[in-house]
């Protein structure tokens, strides 16, 4: 498997993977750099024209908001069935939470497909967000792994596919891997 290095959001991408954060909507608003995350908003990187983040990034004041503003860029909340014949450029793998319980601000990951057959990582995790998340969940057949350093490295612990609480990670993830269901890092 081949990876890539996508310096302009500083992550990594595996297999395509593409990151998008989620944090608020009423009025758009779009910042090029934000260093922490805004408390009860919903943002995500915007998508240049091939579907890949910019390092800039729109917020909202709901995360449905965000759900839309991604089905406007061609992105899937939820990933084709298996009898649908169309592909999607890309799909959500997953969000982070700035508190316990899928709540707070939050910021959505996505990737080329759902994690069936394909893993997806991030590190390190956009501007704002390492040491911010205290839950997280994954979507569209992935589970995730939070680890404590940069690189996939440190203390790690697995999402199967929710953690309405990170534990001994609150506030700690640096680096996020989505895998496919089943898989543990």
């Keep these: 498997m081949r990876t890539r290095v996508l310096r302009s959001m500083g992550l990594i991408s595996v297999a395509g993977a593409i990151l998008i954060s989620t944090t608020a909507f009423a009025s758009p608003s779009v910042s090029t750099s934000a260093t922490q995350a805004p408390s009860s908003s919903f943002c995500t990187a915007v998508p240049d024209g091939q579907g890949q983040p910019t390092n800039k990034s729109i917020c909202f004041g709901h995360e449905n908001s965000v759900d839309a503003y991604l089905t406007e860029q061609g992105i899937r909340i939820q990933a084709p069935s298996a009898q649908s ?101």
Excluded: E, H, M
């Excluded at 014949?85 to 969000?95: F, I, P, Y």
């Excluded at 707070?104 to 390492?130: D, E, I, K, N, Q």
């Excluded at 792994?145 to 953690?163: E, I, K």
């Design 85 to 185: 014949r169309t592909t999607a450029a890309s799909v959500v793998l997953g969000r982070a939470y700035q508190d316990t319980n899928l709540r707070g601000a939050s910021f959505t990951y996505y990737g080329s497909s759902g994690c069936a057959g394909a893993t997806f990582g991030f590190s390190p995790l956009a501007s704002g967000w390492t040491n911010t998340i205290s839950s997280a969940q994954g979507t569209n057949g992935c589970w995730l792994t939070l680890y404590s350093a940069t690189g996939f490295g440190g203390d790690r612990q697995n999402c199967t596919p929710t953690c309405t609480s990170v534990l001994r990670f609150n506030d700690a993830v640096k680096s996020i891997v989505f895998r496919p269901t089943g898989q543990l890092g």
